[in-house]
């Protein structure tokens, strides 16, 4: 039994290419299962709802020697708990890589927009067929991880990928149905702070100390706005408990393409303000056009904090 995992704190992209990559293996004859690591969020539930898909199984550790495959992440801070005590025999993401193993792996590194346009390629690449139901959550990761192309991270082949699955999917309004998923994760009642900032969330190491950069993609900015004061006190708060140098949290509206962040003290207000030549407005800090943190906001950081 293989073992397939995404990142903590998942999001619709890492669920689904999950999903859709244990599909993908038993049609090869590999028994695999996929698996969360963490809360699944409301437009991940929207899409399997939708599309009428079993959520997968949440772990946080697996038993010592189990076989994994990371999916969507490679980072060891971004994996499961115990991941020292198990055996990883496969890495698919579109990210850059930064784990170590002790043996020689598969490794499969795409620079795409999501980890599901990987799946469908493997999909489209060796013929196999490709249900309806996997066609659709694989455009749902799509969308969800480019912001429906407007994430500077979509690539043509995302686009070409979107629409041959949806000639399988055949959705019938793919610009409504993304504004449907927008909303489903826009829509967040009244969730807990630090659960609120950990939605979708990571830790990076950037010059040897952490940084913490928590990501809400969003159509009603203000939900954030209106809590500002309590989600900066508790940025305070992780910053302290977890040990971290810096931490940050993105306000994204999706449809504007504009960014409003978050940040706890001083230093972390002045090193966001260099790096992005942001504008002060009240406590946040704007930057018009920053909607990436793979594509923009980590690589920024990391050259700035590098040794």
């Known amino acids: 039994m293989k073992y397939i995992i995404g990142h903590k704190n998942p999001d619709t992209d890492t669920i689904c290419s999950a999903i859709a990559y244990q599909k993908f293996l038993e049609k090869n004859g590999v028994k695999s299962e996929a698996l969360a690591l963490g809360d699944l969020n409301n437009e991940t539930k929207f899409v399997l709802d939708i599309f009428e898909v079993a959520y997968p199984e949440k772990v946080n550790k697996l038993p010592r020697g189990a076989e994994i495959i990371l999916l969507d992440h490679n980072e060891e801070s971004q994996s499961i708990d115990n991941i020292n005590d198990l055996d990883i025999v496969e890495i698919i993401d579109h990210h850059k890589i930064k784990l170590a193993t002790d043996k020689p792996i598969s490794i499969y590194i795409k620079p795409l927009g999501s980890s599901c346009s990987i799946i469908a390629e493997k999909y489209f690449d060796s013929n196999i ?120 949290f993105v306000v994204i509206d999706i449809l504007s393409e504009k960014s409003w962040t978050f940040y706890p003290d001083q230093f972390c207000k002045n090193l966001f303000k260099k790096v992005f030549n942001a ?26 904090l590098k040794k």
């Open 129 to 248: 067929n490709i249900s309806k139901k996997i066609a659709s959550i694989l455009i749902a990761g799509i969308i969800s991880d480019t912001l429906f192309f407007r994430s500077p991270t979509t690539t043509d082949i995302d686009k070409k990928l979107v629409y041959e699955l949806n000639k399988i999917a055949k959705i019938d309004d793919l610009e409504n149905f993304s504004l449907r998923m927008f909303d489903a994760k826009s829509d967040l009642g009244d969730i807990e702070t630090e659960e609120l900032i950990k939605l979708d969330y990571k830790v990076f190491n950037f010059g040897g100390r952490d940084y913490g950069i928590g990501v809400m993609e969003t159509t009603n900015k203000e939900f954030a706005f209106k809590r500002k004061e309590e989600i900066i006190s508790k940025l305070k708060e992780i910053k302290n408990n977890e040990n971290l140098e810096g931490i940050f």
């Open 279 to 304: 504008k002060e407005e009240g406590k946040s800090l704007f930057v018009d056009k920053l909607v990436s943190r793979k594509k923009q906001i980590v690589p920024k950081l990391e050259n700035c």
